[in-house]
């Protein structure tokens, strides 16, 4: 979680003009504003506009940001209102958990004892390698989008899973289902690329 | 309480969020005790989520555009 003072800096900066601050303000909070709505509206179409929406709303009330929460939580709040405010005209998205097994069972004898363990990934490599991170952000991008939200809003931008609950109206034990549910598979994706 | 491997990496999200319920963390111990394949996996999940908080933070040019157009910047 960015100090508040930084949110400050750059609100400041952003309202006396600065290019290069909007810049920052875009690149630190599009993409988890994307996830949010996505993860609210019933299809991707939609998103856009939205997220445009948001960021209006965003530019128009920086001035008057009491920084009550963090400068993310507001703008993710807001990102959250316009998407359900449109989802009560177009339909909001199922919320569905599964809570299947993730990893494939086949890897198990009929006991429960690994048959096909996990093996070793080459060392280093999650350090070494830029196409990983590729490969990493290609994976989150697939990923379902309550799913993607989740880990995008936990483990990318570090919110508290309170914070993210009541952003995207799920329970604490269905977001920690998403949580497992999305990194299991972010692990699985590794797991191809790096077995040795 | 025996934890299975199968079972165990169901649980590791329950772990790390502090939610394993009481039987389920002298279990956990337990099977880890004697159990590398499923350390191993414990690590390959930490390796994944370490990896996830480091991906670079940077929006489309077109997301850029549309931001400053609101604003009037070219």
Known sequence: VPAPVDDRALIDKVLAGAREAVIELVDAHDEPMRCVAAAIL??????????????????????????????????????????????????????????????????????????????????????????????????????????????????????????????????????????????????????????? | VIITCRQLVEKVTDKREGRLSVADRAGWAAHLAWCGDCALYIEQYEATVGAVKHLPRRASDDARAKVLGILGHE
Request: glycine fraction near 4%; proline fraction near 8%; aromatic fraction near 4%.
């Open chain 1, 42 to 196: 019933p299809d991707r179409a939609h998103v856009p506009d939205v997220v445009q929406e948001a960021w209006i709303r965003v530019l128009g009330g920086l001035r008057e940001f009491e920084h009550r929460a963090s400068l993310k939580t507001w703008i993710l709040r807001i990102t959250a209102n316009v998407a359900r405010t449109t989802a009560e005209r177009i339909g909001r998205a199922p919320v569905s958990i599964e809570d299947l097994p993730t990893v494939d069972p086949e890897r198990f004898s009929s006991i429960g004892k690994w048959r096909d363990p996990p093996r070793p990934w080459h060392p280093e490599a999650l350090l070494l390698r830029k196409e990983l991170g590729e490969l990493l952000q290609r994976e989150i991008d697939a990923l379902p989008p309550l799913q993607r939200a989740v880990v995008v809003l936990r483990d990318i931008e570090g919110l508290p899973s309170e914070e993210i609950c009541d952003m995207l109206e799920l329970s604490e034990a269905n977001q920690r289902v998403l949580l497992h549910r999305g990194r299991a598979r972010l692990r699985a994706a590794l797991e191809r690329e790096l077995k040795t």
